[in-house]
């Protein structure tokens, strides 16, 4: 009886860390964006679309990110909890790489041909 009872908490256990690690996969990550220090002038015209809060939500190899600015694009997952895509805004192509890989989570945008930078940093 007491192996059944052990058996029993274990799968409970099992059970409630999968749901835990499931509902974290899906839990949004906000990011505030903030322009680098020392951001070519020619970045300026971005920067209000690009610093407000950004939120990516993680779905399994992709990921989906959202802003108040109206960015709405899907990453692709290219490590583990590595995530990239590639947008137009402005006439200007950015990158865009969302890790959550490690602790504190982080955000970057670049734009190569001009060289700006913007990024962030979640909990």
């Known amino acids: 009886m007491k192996a059944k ?5 274990l ?8 749901a835990v690690g499931a509902n974290a996969q899906n839990a949004p990550i906000e990011f505030r964006v903030v322009a680098a220090k020392g951001n070519p002038s020619g970045c300026v015209s971005l920067d209000a679309s690009l ?13 989906m990110l959202k ?10 997952q ?6 990239k895509t590639r947008f137009g805004l ?6 865009v790489v969302a890790d959550a890989s490690k ?18 940093v979640a909990p």
């Open 51 to 63: 610093s407000r809060v950004h939120t990516i939500t993680l779905a399994g190899d992709k990921a």
């Open 78 to 83: 290219t490590a583990p909890m590595v995530y």
């Open 5 to 9: 009872t052990v058996t029993a908490s």
């Open 67 to 76: 802003s108040s600015g109206g960015i709405n694009d899907t990453l692709k």
């Open 103 to 120: 602790s504190p989570r982080t955000l970057e945008v670049t734009e190569a041909s001009r060289g700006c930078h913007w990024n962030a």
């Open 11 to 18: 799968i409970g256990i099992l059970a409630t860390a999968a």
């Open 90 to 95: 402005g006439g200007v192509n950015l990158d």
